[in-house]
């Protein structure tokens, strides 16, 4: 009972079944052998990669415009290359197992995507609150996720050895999920909540 009959998908074994029952005293197997506690760091930092993959899953079923859920839906795979990255420590033990990679100039292409969703967004001229349409508060709590994941992935970073692409990419993620909500908003005609501090009595 709960043994792991794995098949293939794109090099890395996917379990046929949901429970293996070798998690039950609260530990957790990573890419290419070894076991830590789920409250480690490593896994605190691809468990928020999914947690925001989740978040974009969601932000589908909310956003309007065609445009912004195919980029939405582009990066969902992104995120599993990530957590494949972050679930495999670099150890000079036995043979690192077979990872997925981004495609190439990923980064670049977020970055060509945030400059143009500002070049059709009006000039931002206050502090806006997070919510507006359901697909642009979608997006804005995805970017706080992003931000957090983000952090943990900085943790880690203080005691491992992490890829720098990975910090990167959700850095620069961030920034083009705010871009996206404002954009969702825009495209929607709905104006976005804007920050008015309270004056003193």
Same mark, same amino acid.
């Given at each position: 009972?709960?043994?792991?009959?794995?098949?293939?998908?794109?090099?890395?074994?996917?379990?046929?079944?949901?429970?293996?029952?070798?998690?039950?005293?609260?530990?957790?197997? *990573?890419?290419?052998?070894?076991?830590?506690?789920?409250?480690?760091?490593?896994?605190?930092?691809?468990?928020?990669?999914? @947690?925001?993959?989740? +978040?974009?899953? #969601?932000?589908?079923?909310? &956003? !309007? /415009?065609?445009? &912004?859920?195919?980029?939405?839906?582009?990066?969902?795979? $992104?995120?599993?290359?990530?957590?494949?990255?972050?679930?495999?420590?670099a150890s000079g033990r036995g043979r690192r197992p077979w990872l997925p990679e981004?495609? !190439?100039?990923?980064?670049? !292409?977020?970055?060509? #995507?945030?400059?143009?969703?500002? $070049?059709?967004?009006?000039? *931002? /001229?206050?502090?806006?609150?997070?919510?507006?349409?359901?697909?642009? !508060?979608?997006?804005? *709590?995805?970017?706080?996720? +992003?931000?957090?994941?983000?952090?943990?992935?900085?943790?880690?970073?203080? @005691?491992?050895?992490?890829?720098? #692409?990975?910090?990167?990419?959700?850095?620069?993620?961030? /920034?083009? *999920?705010?871009?996206l909500a404002r954009l969702e908003n825009h495209r929607a005609g709905t104006p976005?909540?804007?920050?008015?501090?309270?004056? @003193?009595?």
């Amino acid at each position: 009972m709960g043994r792991r009959n794995a098949s293939s998908a794109g090099g890395i074994d996917v379990p046929k079944r949901i429970y293996t029952r070798t998690g039950d005293a609260g530990e957790t197997g *990573l890419f290419g052998g070894g076991r830590v506690s789920k409250a480690s760091p490593r896994v605190e930092a691809y468990g928020e990669v999914d @947690e925001l993959n989740a +978040c974009l899953g #969601w932000a589908l079923t909310q &956003v !309007a /415009d065609a445009q &912004v859920r195919e980029r939405i839906a582009s990066l969902q795979p $992104d995120l599993l290359v990530l957590g494949a990255h972050l679930a495999t420590p670099a150890s000079g033990r036995g043979r690192r197992p077979w990872l997925p990679e981004l495609p !190439a100039g990923r980064v670049e !292409a977020l970055e060509r #995507w945030i400059d143009e969703a500002e $070049d059709a967004l009006p000039a *931002l /001229d206050a502090f806006i609150l997070p919510g507006g349409s359901a697909g642009g !508060a979608a997006l804005h *709590l995805a970017r706080t996720v +992003c931000r957090r994941a983000e952090r943990r992935v900085a943790a880690l970073a203080a @005691e491992a050895a992490v890829a720098p #692409w990975i910090l990167t990419y959700l850095n620069r993620l961030s /920034d083009l *999920l705010f871009d996206l909500a404002r954009l969702e908003n825009h495209r929607a005609g709905t104006p976005e909540p804007r920050w008015e501090p309270r004056k @003193e009595p």
